[in-house]
């Protein structure tokens, strides 16, 4: 870890020295986040918990370190093992947010986060922490990065009360779907075979699936109808899942929720209601001008 | 005259003698700042290298779009002499006061047109309003990737067919990347720089307005072959020179 923070330093200098202002990379060191540690911005407020970031050291040593490292950096030494890679909390970059692209989540998103785990990853559910543990984790986390000592989180998207199922809304769901071409990643029948899917990239440049619909796995960011409305709005920020805030009309995310709930495998009633609808998978091809 | 009389009529030339110096000021500021210049060519030395065509094939609208004129990589554009095109240049030493710190009100744009990103590079100033655009008929995503640090923070919004422009604004100075990973053959480079600038066009050429006489270092950066900076002066109505030739790898 040392080596690490020296390493870092000296980037720095280098970046400094040779005038790369242009294309500089800042690094976040063990000094900065020690000091951050000691401001308001590293506490967090969930309901009427308040988290202590101090209180969590000792818990996130045992059990979060491995992976997420000392610095928080992502670099734990079991990281290297792990696909996705463990969060870097340096960059405050999170997949499950309730407030729009490009902005950091609320103290709830990370809180509900380290309770649910992230399904098809090696994160957990930490359901085992008390409330006020997981409280005190948001709370370090949020002192790893100097975004939160500058930014505030981003405005929460609204969600309007779920409507009533119809089999109009579970069709015009499935023409959303086929007009934003959601099927280029995610497959015509929600297989994760779009003809996009095989060369998606994280952030880090790393390959990353789509979701499959057809495999019925947990949504990584909760799994009631709710939470599949905002992650269209949210986009999945670090993976290739985009925001459609400026796209989809409430009305229109509402009905294509009801659509992807007759991709999954399992029995629902949007499933019942579209059954004499007899919807025929989209054709890929018979979409566009 | 009597003695008050005469004294007001002193403060009353006083008084317009300074306006009229001020005014002189105000008006050769304006003037110096529209009036200086600096122009030159961007040229790649050395044979260009070979830019790959596109295999589009995971989109059928973009194949269509390019059955007659095949599309090929754009990291490096060299024109007929040897001109290196999407060079962005800029000041980046010896800028102060107002020219520094303006922001320009026009808005670059960026389109999203045959599956391309049109310019390929776009450059900005700092909190410079630009527009990203599609006349596509298929959906895009943008998604810029700011180096962690800079100050700038990355997105991902998507732009379906018909899509109203995205308009936005970066707080940093920096070259950003930027990606769509539904068509993982767009990428193209979002410019952020402090102060007047400009970008070479298909011959090398470019010219960086506004700029009040004074010395300078110019910058010039380009996605595969880095920066180069050179001094540049700039006199009152005679605009400064500074050619830059990259060595192609």
């Known amino acids: ?289 | 005259m009597n003695r008050n009389h005469k004294r007001t009529l002193v403060a009353v030339a006083a008084a317009l003698g300074l306006a009229s110096v001020a005014g002189l000021i105000a008006g050769n500021r304006v003037s110096a700042a529209g009036s200086g210049s600096i122009t030159g060519t961007v040229k790649l030395s050395g044979s260009p290298p070979h830019m790959k065509g596109i295999d589009m094939s995971k989109d059928p609208y973009c194949v269509k779009q390019h059955e007659n004129n095949p599309a090929k990589m754009e990291n490096v554009v060299v024109g007929a002499d040897g001109g290196l095109q999407n060079v962005v240049l800029y000041i980046s030493e010896g800028l102060s006061g107002p020219e520094a710190s303006a922001t320009p009100s026009e808005e670059p744009v960026v389109d999203q047109h045959n599956c391309m990103y049109v310019p390929h590079v776009v450059a900005m100033d700092v909190n410079q309003k630009y527009k990203v655009t599609t006349t596509d008929q298929t959906t895009h995503n943008i998604h810029p990737l700011p180096a962690p640090g800079t100050g700038n923070i990355g997105w991902n919004k998507s732009q379906p067919a018909g899509a109203p422009p995205i308009e936005t604004t970066w707080k940093a100075p920096e070259a950003i990347s930027v990606k769509c990973n539904i068509h993982p053959w767009m990428h193209g480079w979002h410019v952020v720089v402090k102060g007047p600038y400009a970008i070479s066009d298909a011959s090398g050429t470019y010219t960086i307005k506004n700029l009040p006489p004074g010395s300078y270092t110019v910058t010039a950066w380009h996605e595969e072959y880095g920066t180069q900076t050179q001094k540049v002066t700039v006199a009152a109505g005679q605009p400064g020179k500074a050619d830059f030739t990259f060595k192609a790898k």
């Open chain 1, 1 to 289: 870890m040392r080596r690490k923070s020296f390493d870092c330093r000296r980037l720095a200098a280098a970046a400094a020295v040779g005038g790369m202002s242009l294309l500089g990379r800042a690094q976040v060191t063990e000094y900065q986040q020690h000091q951050w540690l000691n401001t308001p911005a590293a506490s967090s407020h969930i309901g009427n918990l308040t988290g202590r970031p101090k209180a969590a050291a000792m818990v996130y040593r045992r059990y979060c370190v491995v992976c997420h490292g000392e610095l928080g950096d992502g670099n734990g030494e079991s990281a290297q093992w792990v696909d996705p890679k463990p969060r870097d909390f340096t960059l405050a970059i999170f997949k499950c947010r309730s407030t729009p692209t490009g902005t950091l989540p609320t103290d709830e998103d990370i809180y509900d986060t380290i309770a649910r785990g992230l399904d098809r990853s090696n994160m957990p559910p930490w359901n085992t922490f008390t409330r006020q543990e997981r409280a005190d984790l948001v709370a370090w986390i949020k002192h790893f990065s100097p975004r939160w000592q500058t930014e505030k989180p981003g405005q929460r998207i609204e969600i309007p009360p779920e409507p009533e199922i119809t089999p109009e809304r579970i069709k015009a769901g499935q023409d959303v779907y086929a007009r934003v071409q959601c099927w280029k990643c995610h497959g015509a029948e929600g297989r994760a075979n779009g003809p996009s899917a095989s060369t998606l990239q994280d952030d880090l440049g790393r390959p990353i699936l789509p979701y499959n619909f057809a495999e019925g796995g947990r949504f990584k960011c909760g799994t009631t109808d709710r939470d599949l409305y905002r992650i269209f709005m949210t986009g999945m920020d670090g993976t290739p899942m985009p925001s459609f805030a400026d796209n989809i009309k409430p009305e229109e995310a509402w009905n294509l929720v009801f659509y992807l709930r007759t991709l999954q495998p399992f029995p629902s009633k949007q499933k019942e209601i579209a059954k004499p609808l007899g919807l025929k998978p989209i054709n890929p091809n018979a979409t566009g001008p």
